[in-house]
């Protein structure tokens, strides 16, 4: 938590850019509207409404627990909210499943690693090519089509892994799998990608890699909503911050205005601040 105290304390904020500014009566590339989720009694998250505008990178934080990888589970399908409504470009995906919200525009990539151990980095990505198809997946269809190989070592040299097309993805690095896991999602043309702790159990010297990668994806106008802990990274990426906290919207605003907020500061730091 040092990095994310030191972070905080600054007053570091990511350049202004036209992308991702939330217009008056646009439509925004994803809304959740009034979110809740409750488990058994427990409330995970509640009353959660936000807007992420068309082209904007958006970073979730919050502590441990404050319900991040819940919202984005939500957003992309793996679990469905007990009360409220999640919009894609205006069009209302509450109720559809996962491949339906893939196939309308969303990516994502996990905490922990969703890759094929078994199989090399090109099949990885050859295999997310087939699976982004109308036609079901066929899953003892091994060989890709020379179209669809030429597209993943397209994705491969996208994401600077050409030259691990071969590799076993079990041999991968964790900053190599994350880049791996980055060309996957893309496999699937999507407008709005969902990043998922992308530093998570990646080296110091794979992580300025990484920000450039997404910084360069951001560049292409794909919107994404990334939930990271290191504060450097956030605050070197993000155009708005959203933050959580015990499963609520606590603030949202850019860099300047959330590490300038004092009940963010609590959040992090402990009401003893």
Not at 175 to 180: A, F, I, N, V, Y
Request: with cysteine; glycine share 10%; aromatic share 2%.
């Amino acid at each position: 938590m040092s990095d994310e105290v030191s972070a905080i304390d600054g007053d570091t904020d990511a350049p202004p850019t036209a992308r991702g500014t939330l217009v008056a009566d646009a439509v925004p590339a994803v809304e959740v509207r009034d979110l809740g989720w409750t488990v058994g009694g427990s409330v995970i998250l509640a009353e959660i409404s936000l807007q992420i505008g068309e082209g904007e990178l958006l970073a979730v934080i919050g502590p441990n627990g404050a319900g991040k990888s819940t919202l984005v589970n939500m957003i992309s399908g793996v679990a469905k909210p007990t009360t409220g409504r999640i919009l894609l470009s205006g069009r209302d995906v509450t109720r559809l499943p996962v491949r339906q919200r893939a196939r309308a525009g969303i990516g994502r990539t996990f905490q922990t690693s969703s890759l094929f151990g078994g199989l090399t980095t090109l099949q990885n990505v050859c295999f997310a090519l087939q699976s982004a198809t109308s036609s079901p997946l066929n899953p003892l269809r091994r060989a890709a089509s020379p179209g669809e190989r030429a597209e993943a070592r397209e994705l491969l040299e996208q994401v600077g892994m050409s030259h691990r097309a071969s590799w076993s993805t079990a041999a991968l690095s964790h900053g190599d799998k994350r880049k791996l896991e980055l060309a996957v999602a893309l496999a699937r043309r999507p407008e709005v990608l969902l990043l998922d702790e992308p530093m998570a159990g990646v080296s110091m010297e794979d992580v300025p890699g990484l920000v450039r990668l997404i910084e360069e994806l951001h560049g292409r106008g794909i919107t994404i909503c990334m939930v990271e802990h290191h504060m450097h990274v956030v605050l070197g990426l993000a155009e708005r911050i959203a933050v959580l906290h015990h499963g609520r919207l606590l603030a949202v605003g850019t860099p300047t205005e959330v590490t300038s907020d004092e009940s963010v500061k609590r959040a992090y730091l402990g009401d003893a601040l």
